[in-house]
């Protein structure tokens, strides 16, 4: 996964660069799942203030490092190669944390039960 | 006598009771106050939102509120005038139906021109959220499904009423054309009935709720955040505005089913023609030959009201205690963004 290809055109502080650089955060580090459709073009430009060509380049740069795959009306998908997750895997992730944060419980609870409960359903629960 | 007897039976005054759409309003307001009374039990409450979150969203769910009270009070209004005060048999009142779609898309269309016109601005801190926002992201599902449904059976009851009515003298589909059993000779019953002359305008009144609907759905899902760290707050009123429009549509669909309900059963439920001279003064027993069906709306009407009515209630009484804007489930966006830089 590199980026010298897309940054050779793209000047290292420019707009698109960062756009580029915080997508690729969020399919790195796994909080985007595979196949999960990225925001319209237009979204992004809207959500961060900027042009609409401005993230337009933001996805090429992503594309052109085989971070996402654009496909006429399918829209701009996370790459299967690059993901961290299956996107049905993070969606059930998303809604525990929701119902998680609604029930004002503490993330470090959630995730030591959450360790505790896949232990078991593994069937090394003895162990734990 | 016999009819005031059978008025008396409990069947006869539940049925005379549920005449009335304010005997349903009165039942919502219990049932809303219970829903209520419930809620605040179980310790829902809403937390103070930074003041950017509460400047921008609280207009939004006041309006929303101010529009469910205006269609409560349009439609009991509409009921008293044309049930008490204005006299329009033989007239063809074709708005008369289609009025709380009307009223719904009205209120509906004030909450989108808020959330587009004042709702939608540049952000203080640009805020990637990274996954894709749609006029679905922040709707309640089951109430969409719940609106879904009604928009179909609103669609199809008004379809197979057209269908079955008639034109009266005038070229207008307002009749239900029952004949007389074994009675060629006489003419057949013609009662009032919901058809294409009520149904057009209800037709053309849905799909216009249901665009403005949608496209409030949208404007509210689409526009940014003002800052990372007001995600979850935003997330929890977008949440809510979506709720409340939600309902609104609803609401107005189902009062236009209910009118459409109440009137096919009266046309529907069984007539009688007495011909002095004829039949040895006995009347003439006539039925439609879906009048199950106009029974059982006659029955699901009240229902449709109550539910109609608890939605709008819930609603207002939202934009009551909607000082401040709770952060509600969780958007893992705003810590998406944050490992992101």
Redesign the interface.
């Known amino acids: 996964m590199t980026t010298q290809s897309g940054l050779a055109a793209t000047d290292e502080a420019s707009p698109a660069l960062d756009?580029y650089?915080?997508?690729?955060?969020?399919i790195v580090?796994g909080?985007?799942g595979a196949n999960?459709?990225?925001?319209?073009v237009r979204?992004?430009a809207?959500?961060?203030?900027?042009a609409p060509g401005t993230a337009a380049r933001a996805y090429k740069l992503l594309e052109q490092d085989g971070l996402v795959v654009t496909r006429t009306a399918a829209?701009t998908r996370v790459a299967p190669s690059a993901a961290v997750l299956a996107a049905p895997v993070l969606r059930k992730?998303?809604d525990l944390?929701?119902?998680?944060?609604?029930a004002r419980v503490d993330p470090d609870e959630v995730i030591d039960v959450l360790r505790l409960v896949w232990r078991a359903e593994a069937g090394t629960g003895s162990e734990a | 006598m016999l009819q005031l007897m059978a008025v008396w039976q409990p069947g006869g005054l539940v049925r005379a009771a549920f005449s009335q759409p304010l005997v349903s309003l009165a039942i919502a307001a219990l049932v809303a106050g219970c829903i209520l009374l419930v809620a605040s039990g179980r310790g829902d409450r809403e937390s103070t939102a930074p003041p950017a979150v509460a400047a921008r969203y609280v207009p939004e769910h006041r309006a929303a509120g101010v529009a469910a009270i205006a269609m409560i009070v349009l439609f009991a209004t509409q009921n008293v005038v044309l049930g008490y005060i204005v006299n329009l048999s033989g007239a063809v009142a074709w708005w008369r139906h289609a009025a709380p779609l009307a009223w719904a898309s009205l209120g509906v269309a004030v909450v989108l021109g808020l959330v587009v016109l004042r709702g939608t601005r540049?952000?203080e801190s640009?805020?990637?959220?990274?996954?894709?926002?749609t006029w679905l992201s922040f709707g309640p599902r089951p109430g969409l499904a719940a609106g879904l449904v009604a928009l179909i059976a609103l669609v199809i009851t008004t379809v197979a009423a057209g269908l079955a009515s008639s034109p009266d003298g005038e070229g207008r589909f307002v009749w239900l054309v029952i004949p007389v059993p074994n009675e060629a000779d006489i003419d057949p019953i013609r009662v009032v009935f919901f058809g294409w002359a009520y149904g057009i305008p209800v037709l053309v009144g849905a799909v216009l709720l249901a665009v403005v609907a949608w496209a409030a759905l949208r404007a509210n899902a689409?526009?940014?955040?003002v800052r990372p760290d007001t995600v979850?707050a935003e997330g929890g009123a977008r949440r809510d505005l979506a709720q409340s429009v939600v309902h609104l549509a609803t609401a107005g669909m189902l009062l236009a089913l209910s009118g459409a309900w109440r009137l096919i059963s009266d046309a529907g439920s069984g007539s009688r023609l007495t011909i002095l001279g004829q039949n040895d003064g006995d009347p003439y027993e006539a039925a439609w030959r879906y009048a199950e069906f106009a029974v059982a709306a006659g029955w699901g009407a009240p229902a449709l009201e109550v539910v109609a009515f608890v939605l709008l209630l819930l609603v207002s009484a939202r934009m009551l205690r909607k000082e401040g804007v709770a952060p509600?489930?969780?958007e893992?966006e705003a810590r998406?963004?944050e490992?992101?830089?």
Do not use: H, K
Not at chain 1, 21 to 26: D, E
Not at chain 2, 222 to 225: A, E, G, L, N, T
């Open positions: 756009i650089r915080q997508f690729r955060g969020l580090s909080q985007l999960e459709r990225l925001p319209t979204q992004t809207s959500d961060l203030g900027v829209g992730v998303r944390v929701a119902e998680a944060m609604a | 540049p952000p640009p805020t990637l959220p990274g996954t894709r926002r689409v526009r940014p955040y979850s509600q489930s969780a893992p998406a963004v490992a992101a830089r």
